[in-house]
């Protein structure tokens, strides 16, 4: 069955460090993934995708991706983290039985300190 | 352009009452998806829809229906209310469906539904 793990349930960093949320995934064939983003009381914001191509993913407000098939992850980075990105993370991955159907993880929750 | 709408923004119901959702996709969007989000878990598939058709189905009892209209905004019912049905219900839209092509899902804000 395919699956998504974010082994993290909440990843602190300091403002101006660089961030990493981890994801990684089971699927059968090869996989398109995704990061969504969402803040309190709104809904998901799509931030980057994956489907072939470059191994690293550039993405919407400075995130970037890095897909790593040997070790089927995909892992969320971004240089330097900002108060303002705090916030939860979700990655996802495309069912390849259902091409519409995304199964997400159980999100990542983002704590920037300034 | 707007993104996607949902209405209403939250909703209370009792147990075995009945509930609709509506969803409306970007312009120019034709597809509409519909997850559930409960609290503290990531959102889980329910239905897909194009062109006025259902293209996928998650895991969920028949008590949830869905149908597309023909401006490709969307409904989401759902009979005999349970407590556990309490969650965000998230709509999102998609540019286009193709079987072995995934487009980008935009996500409206939800509708918060609690169950009493």
């Known amino acids: 069955a395919q699956s998504v793990a974010q082994p993290e349930d909440q990843v602190n960093v300091a403002e101006g460090n660089p961030l990493t949320v981890k994801c990684t995934y089971s699927?059968?064939?090869?996989?398109?993934l995704f990061w969504y983003v969402q803040y309190p009381n709104r809904g998901l914001q799509f931030l980057l995708k994956?489907?072939?191509?470059?191994?690293l993913v550039k993405g919407s407000y400075g995130f970037e991706a890095e897909f790593n098939k040997s070790q089927t992850s995909f892992h969320l980075k971004k240089p330097s983290a900002l108060v303002s990105d705090s916030a939860l993370y979700f990655c996802?991955?495309?069912?390849?039985?259902?091409?519409?159907?995304?199964?997400f993880g159980q999100g990542t929750t983002l704590q920037v300190k300034p | 352009d707007a993104g996607v709408t949902q209405s209403p923004t939250h909703l209370i119901k009792t147990r075995g009452q009945q509930v609709t959702l509506r969803c409306s996709p970007i312009?120019?969007?034709?597809?509409v998806s519909w997850y559930q989000q409960v609290l503290g878990q990531g959102p889980q598939f329910i239905f897909q829809?194009?062109?006025?058709?259902?293209?996928g189905r998650g895991n969920f009892p028949d008590r949830f229906s869905a149908r597309q209209f023909p401006n490709y905004s969307s409904e989401l019912n759902v009979n005999a209310l349970l407590l556990g049905d309490s969650a965000l219900y998230l709509c999102?839209?998609?540019?286009?469906?193709?079987?072995?092509?995934?487009?980008?899902?935009?996500f409206g804000p939800g509708t918060r539904l609690t169950v009493t």
């Open positions: 999102a839209s998609s540019l286009n469906f193709y079987y072995g092509f995934s487009y980008e899902q935009y």
């Open positions: 699927v059968s064939g090869n996989p398109y």
């Open positions: 994956y489907i072939t191509g470059d191994n």
């Open positions: 996802a991955v495309r069912d390849p039985s259902n091409t519409g159907k995304l199964i």
């Open positions: 312009s120019g969007h034709k597809s």
């Open positions: 829809y194009y062109e006025k058709e259902e293209r």
